[in-house]
């Protein structure tokens, strides 16, 4: 091939290099940093939002923690308050059985009976009166502790009662009152008094 058709052929050649495939490597290139480019900012932007939804999983972790802390904070503050509740209750319980059983004994109404009625005479208001006392006590018993008077007025008067376990009652017939030593009466006197200490010691 003659010179001359070599030289038009490499021309040709780099015509098209020059006006297809430079561009065409040009173009591709471009391309390739946009591609580049937003791949970056597709990472940049994955990055940026899963730092933020990192944050609100946080967020709502912390959210969900204190809440869990101000639960537990108030089931353990109901607790220990039902807790010292029941300690009230088992204390009143206590203290009622122990009054219970001391007032049963007979000595006990004896004395409280000597008591009352002492008192009542004292203030002449030992006339016209119901003695109410518990069921178990023996009349005849209760009658050789106290004077002859008094006695009569129980044989007369004496109102044994199923409701009343330990202490008497007396009602006072012409002032329509009632003065009550009874094992819950009692019982109640001494829960009330004991109450504010109690209270301090469990609520302070």
Known sequence: MPKQANHTIDEICQVLIDEALTPAKKEAE???????????????????EAAYVEKKNL????????LCQDFLQFSSKQAIAQLK??????????????????????D???????????LLEKEGLAVNLQLMFPKHI???????????????????EGCPLEGIQGGIKV??????????FSESAVADLLFAQAMPELKKMLFS
């Open 138 to 156: 023996d009349i005849e018993e209760l009658c050789k502790h106290i004077t002859k008077k008094f006695a009569q007025k129980i044989r007369k």
């Open 108 to 118: 006990v109404v004896k004395k409280s009976l000597d008591v009352i009625l002492t």
């Open 30 to 48: 471009s391309i390739v940093e946009n591609a580049k480019k937003q791949a970056e900012e597709i990472i940049h932007h994955a990055k940026e």
């Open 85 to 106: 509740e029941k300690i009230i209750d088992l204390f009143r319980k206590e203290l009622f059985g122990i009054v219970t059983q001391e007032m049963q004994e007979p």
């Open 59 to 66: 967020q709502e972790v912390e959210k969900q923690k204190r």
């Open 171 to 180: 009602r006072l017939l012409n002032e329509n009152f009632s003065l009550d």
